[in-house]
Every structure is written in C-alpha cells, then in structure tokens.
C-alpha cells in the first residue's frame, strides 16, 4: 500500500479466543469513561504528552484524553493475552500506542505514510511498532465500536512478527484476521454483503491483496469479503487451518503455495466455494422468509415512502417555480406595453375610442 515507507494496516469475533463477556465489560467500562470524560469535539489539547507503561505497551495520550487511559490500557494488555496465544506468538514483544487528540497530530504521528481517508479510525505500522488511534472525541457515533479497534490494529502488529522477515500476507488475509480476532461481525457487514450478492458487485480476492480501495463503499466491501472468507476457513479447516497457513507463509513467503500446503487445495477452488455460498446465503428469499421479513417489509415500505414525498415534494417545487416564472414574465410583458412609446398625433388624427384596439 506504501511500499517507498512503514505500511499501515487500517481499521474500521475472536470466538476462537475472546469471550462475549469479556467485550460486554470492556464495552461497559469504556462507554462509563466516556460519560466521565470531556464533550465530544472539544477544544485541541495543548499539553505535552504523557505515558503509561505496561508489560508491553507504552501508551501516549495527552491530558484532554486521560479520562480513557485506564480502560484503554485494561484493553490492551487483555487484547495482547488472546491475539497473542490466536495467532502463535511466543517471543518478546513492545509497542507504542498512540492516542491523537486532533487530525493534525494523527497525520503528523504518520510521518512518511500516503494521507489516510479521514474515515480511518486506527492504523498500525508494523516496522515501527506503532498502534495509532485517533481520541473517541472525534469519532461521534463510533464510540460503542471504540474498545475493538486496539485488538484490531494489535493483530497487526502481531501477524507481521509471526510472519518474521516474510511480509506477504495478502490485505484480505491481514484485515480479516484482525476483525475476526476484534469480533467485528455486524449487521452493517452482512448487509454490504447481501447488497454484493444481490447485484453481482463482489471483489475478486485478487484485487484486495495489496490494499484495500480508498473510496469507502468499496473499502466497506473489501472489509466485509476478507472477515467473510476468514470466517469461511475457519469454518472448513478450524483454526488449526490458520495456524497451519501461517506456518507454511513464515517458511515459503510464497502466499499461494503455502496456501495449497495448509488446506491441501488451491485458494481460487476455495475463492470460488466461499462466493457460491455466499450467492446461495445472501439472496432475497431468507429475507422475505426469515424471522426478520416483517421489520424487512416495514423498513421498505418506510423508504419507499420516503422516495415518493421526496418525489411529490421535487414536484411540487418545480410547479411553484414554473407558476411563480410565469407570472413574473406576465409582469413584464404588462410593463413593457404600458412603457412604450405611442407615435406621436398626427393633425387630423382622432382620439382612439372605447372599441378601439389601441386603447389600454
């Protein structure tokens, strides 16, 4: 994605190891932190950094921020114990992590990265060891998705130490790994998906190997395909078919042989299973039969009633607009017919009388 600089990964469950209850606490706590804390899009801080140091994070954050550090530092020293053991890492491990209290200083902690879409909430930067996440303050209507990003960009950093010198897992593999292991499955994704199935608009794998698009609609797509097809994998080959994958990556640094190593078939024979079933999952019928088919017919029926006052409103906007002209070049025809000049008499001439069609 910058292959001249640090390559961030960006962000936007694992039931393999982290526990509903576990994300329902951290949940709870943080959004408990946030009525604590200061209001959403307040003035930038003008304080210098402090730090927390934990068994393997430094956390930076300036004092306008101090209000989550706790609940952030819980999440991550939790987040590293299960990404961790998810994905084989055993050796030691530091990071930095990076709380940015303004956009300014998130493009500036970025040194040397292409400008990000300003939709990116997190990134990380495996050669640097850098987890950077912007201040909930300037995420309004994300801060219930908040706790999942620090497992997410972790994940990050840990599959590229698993992976050691070989730096060739492909986009859909890495961001689907850390949304698997972040428990990022949300109806939001599903309906990207079905909108995919329904109108034949699905990425290629290939073409989200080395990045994702930058244009959010297709970014949400791409996001969507790679947790799908993780999730897909593990639940053909388990998560020993990942760990198996990434073992094989670490030794070949070749993505498709090692692929065909661990699953004992091609990744386009499994490419083109995953998109039948999703074709087959994601259709109109399980919508209009599910349990879910009446709040389905409701919405529709409220945006279609949208669409028509919509119409109806254009319409009769456009007839006001219309009537309102004509009457306005009525006007100045009547004005330009009383502002004209009448020739002047001539001796002999007579007044114009009552029937007469010269008179106004």
């Known amino acids: ?18 526990g509903l209850a576990r994300w329902s606490a951290a949940l709870l706590l943080f959004l408990a932190s946030l009525l604590a804390g200061p209001e959403a899009g307040g003035a930038a801080p003008t304080s210098p950094w402090l730090s927390r140091e934990t068994a393997h994070f430094t956390v930076r954050y300036t004092k306008v921020d101090a209000y989550i ?40 902690l970025l040194r040397g990265a292409a400008r990000l879409p300003e939709w990116v909430a997190g990134v990380a930067v495996p050669q640097r060891r850098l987890i950077l996440l912007k201040s909930p303050r300037l995420l309004k209507g994300l801060e219930p998705h908040y706790p999942s990003l620090l497992p997410h960009e972790l994940s990050h950093l840990l599959l590229a130490q698993r992976l050691g010198a070989c730096d060739e897992a492909p986009s859909w593999l890495d961001e689907g790994l850390a949304q698997y292991l972040a428990q990022e499955w949300d109806m939001g994704k599903r309906a990207t998906l079905l909108k995919a199935s329904l109108t ?30 993780v999730s897909y994998l593990i639940r053909v080959q388990g998560w020993s078919g990942i760990q198996r994958l990434l073992t094989a990556l670490r030794a070949r640094c070749d993505f498709e042989p090692a692929f065909r190593e661990a699953y004992a078939a091609s990744l386009r024979s499994y490419e083109a299973a995953w998109l039948a079933r999703l074709k087959e999952r994601y259709t109109w019928l399980p919508v209009l039969t599910g349990g879910g088919s009446l709040f389905f017919l409701g919405a529709l029926l409220v945006v279609t009633g949208y669409v028509r006052k919509r119409r109806a409103t254009k319409a009769k906007l456009r ?23 009448r020739p002047a008499a001539r001796q002999g001439d007579a007044e114009p009388g009552p029937d007469d069609p010269e008179r106004h």
């Open 1 to 18: 994605m910058f292959p001249a600089t640090p390559r961030p990964r960006c962000g936007r469950g694992s039931r393999a190891t982290a």
């Open 319 to 341: 007839q006001w607009e219309e009537e309102e002209q004509a009457a306005r070049m009525s006007a100045a025809v009547r004005v330009l017919r009383h502002s004209r000049p």
């Open 69 to 108: 550090t706790e609940t952030l530092v819980a999440i991550a020293e939790s987040s590293y114990a299960e990404v961790a053991t998810a994905l084989g890492v055993a050796e030691a491990f530091r990071a930095d992590l990076y709380v940015a209290p303004d956009e300014a200083t998130f493009e500036q």
């Open 200 to 229: 034949g608009s699905f990425l290629p794998l290939g073409e989200i190997t080395a990045g994702f698009p930058r244009q959010r609609e297709l970014a949400e797509l791409a996001y969507a395909e790679g947790l799908s097809f």
